[in-house]
C-alpha cells in the first residue's frame, strides 16, 4: 500500500505467526524466526503487524531490511512479550510505543485529523486461573480508559476467547463467528467491549470457514477462531476487512489475521542521510604502499598552486582536495561485504518447508503430507541452528588468523561482535511529556537543543580583572606580509565543526540526558592540537602542584586514596572527628567555560601566541 491523496489503505495484523522471535538468546528460541517474519510481512505487503510471544528481555526498536520491531519486555519465565513491526515509511508517525507489561503494548500514530491508538493483547488461555484473568482485563481496562476519548482505539491481538453466534450479543458480535457458541474467555471479552464502547469486527465479515480459524492444535484435528480485532464503536466502519492468511508460514500454530483500515494519515516526506564512505586504511600496512603513499601525497601537496592573496579555508580546501584524490586513487575505500549467517542454504530449507506446509494445507486428511511437512519443519530448525553455529565458527577461525597475524584491530572487532551478543539500536527518542519522537529532523533539533544546553554553559557570576597593558606610542614601520601571517592565528572555518555522537551511559536510551557526547574533530586540526598541547604541557606541570594525581603522566589517584584511608584509620585510633567533603560536578568536562579557560591560561602567563592559538582552535 502506499500514501496517495493523504489516504493510507493500512493493513492491520493481529497475531501475525505467534513465533519465537528471540534473537538475543538464540539457544533457547529458534534461530532465524525475525528473518522469516519480516519476509512473510513484505510477502502479504503489510505496513502495520500486532506480534505476541516476542520472548525478549528488554524494550527496544531493531531493524530488519524494511522493518523496524518495536517490542516489550517478556515476563521472569521469558514467556509472553508483544509488540509492532512497522514499515519504514509509517515510521514518521509514530508518537508513542509504551509496554505496559509482558501481555498489553501500545502504539500510537499520528493520523490527518485523529490520534490511532492501537493496544496489542495477550490474553490467558481458557485454562488459567480466573484471577490471573481478571487481573489481565483490569491492567486492560486502565489502559483503554487512560487514553483521551478522541482516539480511534484497536485492541487486537491473541485474546484466546471463542465468540459464538448469539443474537443476545449484538450489535457488539457480528453473525459470522466460526465457532457457534460463546466460551469463558469470549464472555469476558464481550463484556469487555460493551463496558469500552467497542465491537469485535473480526466477527463482522462473511467469509469461508478456512478464513475465520485463527489458530490449530498441533494434531490439526482442531481450528479455533481466538484471535480478533475490537474497535471504537464511533469509527468501526474504518476497517474494511479481516481473514485469515493461511498461506504465511511462520512456523507456528497460529495463523495469519490480516485487516484493512482506511484512514488519513499525515503524509511526512523523509530525507535520505548522507552515506560516510571510509577509506581502506588497513593497506598502509603493506611498507610498499605506505612509502609509495607518502611520496606521492608530499608531491602533490608541494605542487599545489595558491594564490598569495587567497585566503586560509580556500588554501586549506585545495589541500583537502588533493589529500583526497590521492588517498582515493592509492587505497581506495573500504567494501563492507556483510555474511549474514541466514544464507541461501537457510533460504532454500525455508522454502522447502513452506511448500510442504502449503501441500498439507490443501489436504489437512493426508497423513503422509502431514508427516512430509513436520519433517520439512524439523528440518529447516536443524538447518537454521547449524548454519547460525557455523557462521559462528567461522568468525572464531577468522579471529585465531587475525591474532596470529598480529591484526589486533580486527581481532578485537571479531571478539568483541561474538562476545558483546546482540546491541540494541535505539530509534526514537522521549519528549518531556513521554511522547516519542520519531522524525528525523525532529530527533536532530533535540539532540542539537541538548547538547547546547550543556556545552554552552551559563556565564560564571565571579570574573577575572586583568589590567591594561601599557601600550607603546613610539613609531612603528608597517608590518611585512610574514609578521601578518604570524599574527593573524585564524584556522580554517572547517576545522571549527565538530561531529557530535551520543553515546549511551545506563537507563533509559530513549533520554538524552543518558548520554554523554563525543565529539569526532577534523584530523588535521587534531595535528594542530597536539602541537599546542606539546608546548602548553611542559609550562602547566611546573604550575600544577603534587596534589594532583589524575589526569597527568605517571600519576594517578592511588595517593590520594591512600591519605584518606590513612585519615580514617588515625580517626579511630585517636578517637577524633573527620570530616570529607566530595565533589561531583555533572558534566564537568562537558561544560567549561571557554572564556574563564583563556582567562586562566593569560593569568598564570603562558605564551601570548600559545594563548591566541588555543582561543583560535577552541571548537
Same mark, same amino acid.
Given at each position: 500500500m502506499?500514501l496517495s491523496?493523504?489516504?493510507?489503505v493500512?493493513?492491520?495484523?493481529?497475531?501475525?505467526v505467534?513465533?519465537?522471535?528471540?534473537l /538475543?538468546?538464540?539457544?533457547?528460541?529458534k534461530?532465524?524466526a525475525?528473518?522469516n517474519?519480516?519476509k512473510?510481512i513484505?510477502? =502479504? &505487503?503489510?505496513?502495520?503487524?500486532a506480534?505476541?510471544?516476542i520472548? @525478549?528481555?528488554?524494550?527496544?526498536t531493531?531493524?530488519?531490511q524494511?522493518t523496524?520491531?518495536?517490542?516489550?519486555?517478556?515476563?521472569?519465565?521469558?514467556?509472553f512479550?508483544?509488540?509492532?513491526?512497522?514499515h519504514?515509511?509509517?515510521?514518521?508517525?509514530?508518537?508513542?510505543?509504551k #509496554?505496559?507489561?509482558?501481555?498489553?503494548?501500545?502504539?500510537?500514530?499520528?493520523?490527518?485529523?485523529?490520534e490511532?491508538t492501537?493496544?496489542n493483547?495477550h490474553a490467558?488461555?481458557?485454562?488459567?486461573? *480466573?484471577?490471573?484473568? #481478571?487481573?489481565f482485563?483490569?491492567?486492560?481496562?486502565?489502559?483503554?480508559n487512560?487514553?483521551? *476519548?478522541?482516539?480511534i482505539k %484497536?485492541?487486537?491481538g491473541?485474546?484466546? +476467547?471463542?465468540?459464538?453466534k448469539e443474537?443476545v450479543?449484538?450489535?457488539?458480535?457480528?453473525?459470522?463467528?466460526l465457532?457457534?457458541?460463546?466460551?469463558d474467555?469470549?464472555?469476558?471479552? %464481550?463484556?469487555?467491549?460493551?463496558?469500552?464502547?467497542l465491537?469485535?469486527?473480526?466477527?463482522?465479515?462473511?467469509?469461508?470457514?478456512? =478464513?475465520k480459524?485463527?489458530?490449530?492444535?498441533p494434531?490439526?484435528?482442531y481450528v479455533?477462531?481466538?484471535d480478533h480485532v475490537?474497535? !471504537?464503536v464511533r469509527?468501526?466502519?474504518c %476497517?474494511q476487512?479481516?481473514r $485469515?492468511?493461511?498461506?504465511?508460514?511462520?512456523?507456528?500454530?497460529?495463523?495469519?489475521v490480516k485487516?484493512?483500515? &482506511?484512514?488519513?494519515i499525515?503524509k511526512v516526506?523523509?530525507?535520505?542521510?548522507?552515506?560516510?564512505d571510509?577509506?581502506?586504511?588497513?593497506?598502509?600496512?603493506?611498507?610498499?604502499?605506505?612509502?609509495?603513499? &607518502?611520496?606521492?601525497?608530499?608531491? &602533490?601537496?608541494?605542487?599545489?598552486? $595558491?594564490?598569495?592573496?587567497?585566503?586560509?579555508?580556500?588554501k586549506?580546501?585545495?589541500i583537502?582536495?588533493?589529500?583526497?584524490?590521492?588517498?582515493?586513487s592509492?587505497?581506495?575505500?573500504?567494501k563492507?561485504?556483510?555474511?549474514?549467517?541466514?544464507?541461501d542454504i537457510?533460504e532454500? +530449507? /525455508?522454502n522447502?518447508?513452506?511448500?510442504?506446509r502449503?501441500? @498439507?494445507?490443501?489436504d489437512q486428511?493426508?497423513?503422509?503430507?502431514?508427516i512430509?511437512?513436520?519433517?520439512?519443519?524439523?528440518?529447516a530448525s536443524r538447518v537454521f541452528?547449524?548454519?547460525?553455529?557455523?557462521?559462528?565458527r567461522?568468525?572464531?577461525?577468522?579471529?585465531?588468523? #587475525?591474532?596470529?597475524?598480529?591484526?589486533?584491530?580486527q581481532? =578485537? *572487532?571479531?571478539?568483541?561482535?561474538?562476545?558483546?551478543?546482540y546491541?540494541?539500536?535505539?530509534?526514537?527518542?522521549?519528549?518531556?511529556?513521554g511522547?516519542l519522537?520519531?522524525?528525523q529532523?525532529?530527533?536532530?533539533?533535540?539532540?542539537? *537543543?541538548?547538547f547546547?544546553?550543556?556545552?554552552?554553559?551559563e556565564?560564571?557570576?565571579?570574573?577575572f580583572?586583568?589590567?591594561?597593558?601599557e601600550?607603546?606610542?613610539?613609531e612603528?614601520?608597517?608590518?611585512?606580509r610574514?609578521?601578518i601571517?604570524?599574527?593573524?592565528?585564524?584556522?580554517p572555518e572547517?576545522?571549527?565543526?565538530?561531529?557530535?555522537?551520543?553515546?549511551?551511559?545506563k537507563?533509559?536510551p530513549?533520554?538524552c540526558?543518558?548520554?554523554?557526547?563525543?565529539?569526532?574533530l577534523?584530523v588535521t586540526?587534531?595535528?594542530?592540537?597536539?602541537?599546542?598541547?606539546?608546548r602548553?604541557?611542559?609550562?602547566?606541570?611546573?604550575?600544577?602542584?603534587?596534589?594532583?594525581g589524575?589526569?597527568?603522566?605517571?600519576?594517578?589517584?592511588t595517593?590520594?586514596i591512600f591519605?584518606?584511608r590513612q585519615?580514617?584509620q588515625?580517626?579511630?585510633?585517636f578517637?577524633?572527628?573527620?570530616y570529607i567533603?566530595?565533589?561531583?560536578?555533572?558534566k564537568?568536562?562537558?561544560?567549561?567555560?571557554?572564556? !574563564?579557560l583563556?582567562?586562566?591560561?593569560?593569568e598564570?602567563?603562558?605564551?601570548?601566541?600559545?594563548?591566541?592559538?588555543?582561543?583560535?582552535?577552541?571548537?
Amino acid at each position: 500500500m502506499s500514501l496517495s491523496h493523504e489516504q493510507l489503505v493500512t493493513d492491520i495484523v493481529a497475531n501475525c505467526v505467534k513465533a519465537l522471535l528471540n534473537l /538475543l538468546n538464540y539457544q533457547l528460541l529458534k534461530p532465524g524466526a525475525a528473518q522469516n517474519i519480516v519476509k512473510e510481512i513484505e510477502k =502479504y &505487503k503489510v505496513k502495520l503487524v500486532a506480534l505476541q510471544e516476542i520472548r @525478549w528481555d528488554d524494550t527496544g526498536t531493531i531493524d530488519i531490511q524494511e522493518t523496524t520491531i518495536l517490542y516489550g519486555k517478556c515476563n521472569e519465565q521469558r514467556q509472553f512479550g508483544t509488540g509492532f513491526a512497522v514499515h519504514k515509511s509509517l515510521i514518521p508517525n509514530i508518537r508513542e510505543f509504551k #509496554d505496559i507489561n509482558p501481555r498489553i503494548s501500545l502504539l500510537t500514530m499520528k493520523a490527518h485529523f485523529f490520534e490511532i491508538t492501537f493496544i496489542n493483547v495477550h490474553a490467558p488461555s481458557e485454562d488459567k486461573p *480466573q484471577e490471573e484473568k #481478571d487481573d489481565f482485563y483490569v491492567n486492560l481496562d486502565l489502559t483503554l480508559n487512560a487514553l483521551p *476519548q478522541y482516539r480511534i482505539k %484497536i485492541v487486537l491481538g491473541d485474546l484466546n +476467547a471463542k465468540i459464538g453466534k448469539e443474537a443476545v450479543f449484538r450489535p457488539i458480535i457480528g453473525s459470522h463467528s466460526l465457532h457457534e457458541t460463546t466460551n469463558d474467555n469470549g464472555l469476558r471479552l %464481550i463484556d469487555f467491549a460493551c463496558g469500552n464502547g467497542l465491537v469485535v469486527k473480526s466477527t463482522m465479515f462473511p467469509h469461508k470457514n478456512i =478464513y475465520k480459524g485463527t489458530w490449530m492444535s498441533p494434531d490439526g484435528r482442531y481450528v479455533n477462531q481466538i484471535d480478533h480485532v475490537l474497535v !471504537s464503536v464511533r469509527f468501526k466502519n474504518c %476497517i474494511q476487512d479481516i481473514r $485469515t492468511m493461511r498461506g504465511a508460514d511462520g512456523d507456528s500454530d497460529h495463523y495469519l489475521v490480516k485487516g484493512k483500515m &482506511k484512514v488519513k494519515i499525515k503524509k511526512v516526506t523523509r530525507k535520505k542521510g548522507t552515506v560516510v564512505d571510509k577509506y581502506d586504511t588497513a593497506k598502509l600496512n603493506n611498507v610498499n604502499t605506505c612509502e609509495r603513499f &607518502k611520496y606521492l601525497m608530499s608531491e &602533490k601537496i608541494r605542487r599545489i598552486n $595558491t594564490d598569495i592573496n587567497d585566503s586560509i579555508d580556500t588554501k586549506w580546501k585545495k589541500i583537502k582536495d588533493t589529500i583526497k584524490v590521492v588517498t582515493e586513487s592509492e587505497i581506495g575505500k573500504v567494501k563492507t561485504v556483510r555474511k549474514p549467517w541466514f544464507n541461501d542454504i537457510c533460504e532454500d +530449507a /525455508l522454502n522447502r518447508r513452506k511448500e510442504a506446509r502449503n501441500q @498439507w494445507l490443501n489436504d489437512q486428511h493426508n497423513i503422509e503430507k502431514e508427516i512430509a511437512y513436520k519433517e520439512c519443519q524439523k528440518s529447516a530448525s536443524r538447518v537454521f541452528r547449524n548454519e547460525k553455529r557455523k557462521c559462528t565458527r567461522n568468525l572464531l577461525e577468522e579471529a585465531e588468523v #587475525d591474532s596470529r597475524m598480529n591484526r589486533t584491530r580486527q581481532l =578485537y *572487532q571479531k571478539v568483541n561482535s561474538i562476545r558483546g551478543g546482540y546491541k540494541k539500536h535505539n530509534k526514537f527518542l522521549k519528549n518531556e511529556d513521554g511522547s516519542l519522537t520519531t522524525g528525523q529532523e525532529e530527533i536532530l533539533e533535540k539532540w542539537r *537543543q541538548y547538547f547546547g544546553q550543556i556545552l554552552n554553559c551559563e556565564n560564571p557570576e565571579e570574573t577575572f580583572e586583568f589590567p591594561l597593558v601599557e601600550t607603546n606610542d613610539c613609531e612603528c614601520l608597517p608590518p611585512t606580509r610574514n609578521e601578518i601571517k604570524q599574527q593573524e592565528e585564524r584556522l580554517p572555518e572547517e576545522w571549527n565543526t565538530a561531529l557530535v555522537c551520543p553515546i549511551h551511559k545506563k537507563n533509559d536510551p530513549q533520554i538524552c540526558s543518558n548520554y554523554r557526547g563525543i565529539a569526532l574533530l577534523n584530523v588535521t586540526y587534531k595535528i594542530l592540537a597536539y602541537c599546542l598541547l606539546d608546548r602548553i604541557q611542559p609550562i602547566a606541570e611546573e604550575i600544577i602542584g603534587d596534589y594532583q594525581g589524575g589526569f597527568k603522566p605517571n600519576r594517578s589517584t592511588t595517593d590520594q586514596i591512600f591519605v584518606i584511608r590513612q585519615t580514617l584509620q588515625k580517626m579511630w585510633e585517636f578517637n577524633k572527628d573527620v570530616y570529607i567533603l566530595f565533589v561531583d560536578f555533572k558534566k564537568a568536562y562537558d561544560s567549561i567555560h571557554r572564556a !574563564s579557560l583563556i582567562n586562566i591560561l593569560r593569568e598564570f602567563k603562558f605564551p601570548k601566541k600559545l594563548v591566541n592559538l588555543v582561543e583560535a582552535s577552541t571548537v
